[in-house]
Structures are given as structure tokens and as C-alpha cells.
T-cell receptor, first 113, second 110 residues
Framework: NAGVTQTPKFQVLKTGQSMTLQCAQD?????MSWYRQDPGMGLRLIHY???????DQGEVPNGYNVSRSTTEDFPLRLLSAAPSQTSVYFC????????????FGQGTRLTVV | GENVEQHPSTLSVQEGDSAVIKCTYS??????FPWYKQELGKRPQLIID?????GEKKDQRIAVTLNKTAKHFSLHITETQPEDSAVYFC?????????FGKGTRLHILP
């Protein structure tokens, strides 16, 4: 099993550009989440999903969209990138029986200039 | 909304001494309290967890305690070693999401 795979690993965007961060898991986990990590701020929940077709907002959802059309994939879309979205983004998955036992992807370092 | 407070933000201990990190949570629906370790440039990884019906759990040099009435939980590392140097995150999980604390950077001094 590859676990949780994120692409790309690094990305530089110009202000106003759009892009999608990809996340895929092959563990058949029901739950998937996106976090952003900034110095001194810990891991903040952006959006999460408890199954295909179901998504919900986390702590910092503004500026981001998600969809969950399949169990395996949970892409994160930035519609109009802003410098404040410069961060490291982590995707995570877990099972419905142990929702707090999260498996993380390797992260995407995004810089918006 | 849900909130997890974590203290201290930085902790330095002499090798061989103990380290304690404390957290509080606000959401009464939280029923699972995992701890994650993140080494520099790596992804967070689960090291230990405790469920709401348990007061204490131990795994070798690591122990966690939970006081559900006070909404406090803590991580104890004994006999610290250089490889314990990392950022540690506490978290509180409900049935559908995990909220993390801001992390504690642990330095093990030689």
C-alpha cells in the first residue's frame, strides 16, 4: 500500500492563480481531511469528509473548495491564490472506527507570490 | 467552536530527564485523544492515543493521562533520548474530525 499520496510536493503560484492539490489514499479509509501547517499555528483543519459525496468545513475553510466523488480521492482547490495561503498542506485519512488515528501524506509546500 | 490548547510551546530537557506536555479541549463530544510526533521535514505520525473511557495508558517510555471532567490530557516521556527531539501535537477527535493543538517543540539537551 502506498498510503496517502499528495501531489505536487512543491508549488509556487502567483497571486490570483488557481490550482488543485491532489490527495489519494489506497487504504479504503472513509474519512479524509485537509490541514494547513504554519509556524506556531499547529495543524489547522480546512475541510473534511466522512465519505464519498459528503464534505464539511473545518476551522479555516475560506478560500478553499473540496469535493469527494470517490472514496480514494479528496482534492483541495484554491480558486484565487493569496499570499496568506502560503503554507504546508497535509492531507490525512482515517477509518470511521478510529477517526482520530490519522495517516498523513508527505505534504505540499505552497508559496504564493 | 472547538479548541485545543497546548502548553508549553517549547520545552528543553536534559537527556535522561522527563518531559511533560499538557493540553485542554473544549468540545464535550471529543472521545479520542491522539498524540502525534513530527520530525523536521516529515509528516506527523501517531505515537500514542487514549480513549475517553480510559484514564491512563502507557507504552514503554511514553504515557498519556486523561481527566475528562476537567477536559485535560497530557503526555509524559520518561528517560528522554536524543531521538525524542521533535514537535509533538496533541489532538481531540470527535466521531468525524480531529482538532490539533499548536504543538510543542521538544529539545533534548546532551
Amino acid at each position: 500500500n502506498a498510503g496517502v499520496t499528495q501531489t505536487p510536493k512543491f508549488q509556487v503560484l502567483k497571486t490570483g492563480q488557481s490550482m488543485t492539490l491532489q490527495c489519494a489514499q489506497d487504504m479504503n479509509h472513509e474519512y479524509m481531511s485537509w490541514y494547513r501547517q504554519d509556524p506556531g499555528m499547529g495543524l489547522r483543519l480546512i475541510h473534511y469528509s466522512v465519505g464519498a459525496g459528503i464534505t464539511d468545513q473545518g476551522e479555516v475553510p475560506n478560500g478553499y473548495n473540496v469535493s469527494r466523488s470517490t472514496t480514494e480521492d479528496f482534492p483541495l482547490r484554491l480558486l484565487s491564490a493569496a499570499p496568506s495561503q502560503t503554507s504546508v498542506y497535509f492531507c490525512a485519512s482515517s477509518t470511521s472506527t478510529s477517526p482520530g488515528e490519522a495517516f498523513f501524506g508527505q505534504g505540499t509546500r505552497l508559496t504564493v507570490v | 467552536g472547538e479548541n485545543v490548547e497546548q502548553h508549553p510551546s517549547t520545552l528543553s530537557v536534559q537527556e535522561g530527564d522527563s518531559a511533560v506536555i499538557k493540553c485542554t479541549y473544549s468540545d464535550s463530544a471529543s472521545n479520542y485523544f491522539p498524540w502525534y510526533k513530527q520530525e523536521l521535514g516529515k509528516r506527523p505520525q501517531l505515537i500514542i492515543d487514549i480513549r475517553s473511557n480510559v484514564g491512563e495508558k502507557k507504552d514503554q517510555r511514553i504515557a498519556v493521562t486523561l481527566n475528562k471532567t476537567a477536559k485535560h490530557f497530557s503526555l509524559h516521556i520518561t528517560e528522554t533520548q536524543p531521538e525524542d527531539s521533535a514537535v509533538y501535537f496533541c489532538a481531540a477527535s470527535t466521531d468525524d474530525k480531529i482538532i490539533f493543538g499548536k504543538g510543542t517543540r521538544l529539545h533534548i539537551l546532551p
